[in-house]
């Protein structure tokens, strides 16, 4: 159960585009379409952006989208906003019911 | 609205127990896996726990193996997490979470592992 790979920090410029990359092994990321982003704002809790690799929940906005090739997926925000600075944390299915965080990215907003 | 509230949290000392809830309401909650996550301050997020909807199936964090337990009452609509022989690396804020993709958190509740 070892932590998913996120970098420390991206940041990006108002309407830039960021991705933040989170690298697994073959037995999470890679071996299964499970894979989750999160949005955390200091002092808050967690928030779904992304589940499924690739799919968004109501609500969120379609700046927002996710990928994954082999052990890595990956979280593009487009059109950046102030509001999108926070943490960022992906999460993957692990098998027999066991999930990994990555160990989260801060996004700041230039 | 769909929420959860999770109580429970405080200080406790090394080895001692403490015993977490998180009221759901808003959906049915006999229908759904739950989650424990933990966060210790100024680090990430940790998986600690998964039920199943039906409670018979319980799966765990290798560093909280053996000594959480995890269960849920569907006849309350809450969740619950019991920890023993606590460390001060147990020290965290707990959030339970909803379903597989943990689409829905509570707020958090803090626990205090010291002398």
């Known amino acids: 159960q070892s932590a998913l790979t996120q970098p420390r920090s991206v940041s990006g410029s108002p309407g830039q585009s960021v991705t933040i990359s989170c690298t697994g092994t073959?037995?999470?990321?890679?071996?299964?379409?499970?894979v989750s982003w999160y949005q955390q704002h200091p002092g808050k809790a967690p928030k779904v952006m992304i589940y499924d690799v690739s799919k968004r929940p109501s609500g969120v906005p379609d700046r927002f989208s996710g990928s994954k090739s082999g052990n890595t997926a990956s979280l593009t925000i487009s059109g950046l906003q102030a509001e999108d600075e926070a943490d960022y944390y992906c999460?993957?299915?692990?098998?027999?019911?066991?999930?990994?965080f990555g160990g989260g990215t801060k996004l700041t907003v230039l | 609205q769909v929420q959860l509230v999770e109580s429970g949290g405080g200080v406790v000392q090394p080895g001692g127990s403490l015993r977490l809830s998180c009221a759901a309401s808003?959906?049915?909650?006999?229908?759904?896996?739950m989650h424990w996550v933990r966060q210790a301050p100024g680090k990430g997020l940790e998986w600690v726990a998964f039920?199943?909807?039906?409670?018979?199936?319980?799966y765990y964090a290798d560093s909280v193996k053996g000594r959480f337990t995890i269960s849920r009452d569907n006849s309350k609509n809450t969740l619950y997490l019991h920890m023993n022989s606590l460390r001060a690396e147990d020290t965290s804020v707990y959030y339970c979470?909803?379903?597989?993709?943990?689409?829905?958190w509570g707020k958090g509740t803090t626990v205090t592992v010291s002398s």
């Open positions: 073959s037995s999470d990321v890679g071996g299964y379409n499970y």
């Open positions: 039920i199943r909807y039906d409670g018979r199936n319980k």
């Open positions: 999460c993957s299915y692990a098998g027999t019911y066991t999930w990994v």
């Open positions: 979470a909803k379903t597989t993709d943990m689409d829905v």
């Open positions: 808003g959906f049915t909650f006999s229908s759904y896996g």
